[in-house]
């Protein structure tokens, strides 16, 4: 079993399937995207037509939004997700949120806390789309006051309990709306057993082969609770002893359409790296420190046939790499890659 490859083709990192943003996100069931500006990337870069234009349009219509959801970080969902993924993470979500104020010797009271999502509600509701830096500046105007930090909490707050998701795209700064306003039409209630089942064949799908462990990390959930999505989906995965691990994978799995040498410049935080806890298979442990560091920060890296390779920088005029490792990096292959980012980033 040819890990990497596979891996691949299921990310959609090879031979796309899917023609929109929305099929796309669908598939993949959530996107990393902590890079508010290269998320564009990484969702358009695995569809057929890559097309920043096709993004925002799914953006501003709400058939894909960004909210902070597993891990307690921002990820990309489709509209017609983003219900059931908000009550089945709200609990763990919160519960790490909490962790982090208290290290931060943050407390919010209840009281605090229920007159910040009134005003937030009411503030954000005059507008279609709003930053923060604007709603700091219309709760100046109601004479409160309040740090950049604490408002993020009162922010993520409101996002876990499904009151406020992404507002209209911009080219810089995220902003917010109304969750009801921006998807209210996409509501609809399944039970947990139904939801935990449906994340964790999105996962497995489109993140294939992956292991347990895999699945935990990027889910953020219980070990309990994707023990039972696992085994509630019976036979729709099959596993696989590879390398002393265990992978997870589904009948449907794609196996062809590799195409060996092609270059890949992939954005930071993207799905290739961070959806697994396995990196090592396609990053050596040697070169770690040059794709992320411990504090949770992604690189712009470079792939070589499923390898990890090097960096790059998306933000120059023209490709400028940095290979790392022994792997050789095709200028031909990479100019052709940096011709289709250029392209899709122009649209």
Known sequence: ??????????????????????????????????????????????????????????????????????????????????????????????????????????????????????????????????????????????????????LSYHIRLAEFDGMICSGNLSPMKASYALAEEKIGHYRNAIDRDEALMKLTLRYFQSRQPATFDDFVWWSGLNAGDCKRGIAMLGNQLQSMEFGERRFYFTEHCRTRGFRKGRVLLVPPYDEYLIGYKSRDIVLKKECASHAHNNSGNFYPIVVKDGKVCGNWSPFEKTLKMKPFGDEAIDEKSSQVEWGRYSRAMRM
């Not at 023609?19 to 500006?37: C, D, F, K, N, S």
């Not at 870069?45 to 709400?62: H, L």
């Not at 489709?78 to 089945?88: C, F, I, N, P, S």
Request: overall charge positive; hydrophobic content about 40%; glycine content about 4%.
């Open 1 to 150: 079993m040819n890990v990497t490859v596979i891996r691949l083709l299921n990310q959609q990192l090879y031979c796309p399937e899917f023609a929109t943003p929305q099929e796309l996100v669908r598939h993949m069931g959530a996107i990393q995207a902590q890079e508010y500006r290269l998320v564009r990337w990484a969702v358009a870069m695995r569809t057929k037509e890559p097309s920043i234009q096709a993004f925002q349009e799914s953006f501003d219509k709400g058939l894909i939004v960004r909210s902070h959801l597993f891990r307690c970080t921002w990820q990309v969902v489709t509209g017609e997700d983003y219900w059931w993924m908000v009550a089945l993470c709200k609990d763990k979500a919160t519960q790490t949120l909490r962790g982090w104020m208290h290290a931060n010797k943050i407390r919010i009271a209840g009281e605090e806390a229920a007159h910040m999502r009134a005003l937030l509600a009411e503030i954000i509701g005059q507008y279609r789309s709003i930053t923060k830096e604007q709603i700091q500046k219309e709760l100046q105007a109601k004479g409160i006051r309040m740090d950049d930090h604490r």
